[in-house]
């Protein structure tokens, strides 16, 4: 089991950015694949980034592609969002996860941080 806590959520103007950060913590973070995830009210919780365990294959949700950057330091038990452009529909908690298998299935990561939030304003 790994412990995860996200930081770096907050209120931002459309177009502006944010930097999400995910530190983990108890076993091996280098062991995991990483995921992160968004729920807006009333909606289901949705994909948005996955990375492997070492940071060489990435994958984005169509919504965010070219926009969101995904990275890790694994010597720093750190995985990170990078959001550029963001837009009102961007407004949701976001979650990273950790699991075994690199999936965009929320029901396949086993860990997961408590959320942040990201309130984009127009």
């Known amino acids: 089991q790994v412990q995860l806590v996200e930081s770096g959520g907050g209120l931002v103007q459309a177009g502006g950015s944010l930097r999400l950060s995910c530190i983990a913590s108890?076993?091996?973070?280098?062991?995991?694949?990483m995921g992160w995830f968004r729920q807006a009210p009333g909606k289901e919780r949705e994909f948005v980034a996955g990375?492997?365990?070492?940071?060489?294959?990435?994958s984005y949700a169509d919504s965010v592609k070219g926009r969101f950057t995904t990275s890790r330091d694994n010597a720093k038990n750190t995985a990170y969002l990078q959001m550029n452009s963001l837009n009102s529909e961007d407004t949701a908690v976001y979650y990273c996860?950790?699991?075994?298998?690199?999936?965009?299935?929320?029901?396949?990561?086993?860990?997961w941080g408590q959320g942040t939030q990201v309130t984009v304003s127009s």
């Open positions: 996860a950790a699991g075994t298998s690199r999936t965009r299935a929320a029901t396949a990561y086993a860990d």
């Open positions: 108890g076993r091996t973070f280098s062991s995991y694949v």
């Open positions: 990375l492997s365990w070492n940071g060489g294959v990435r």
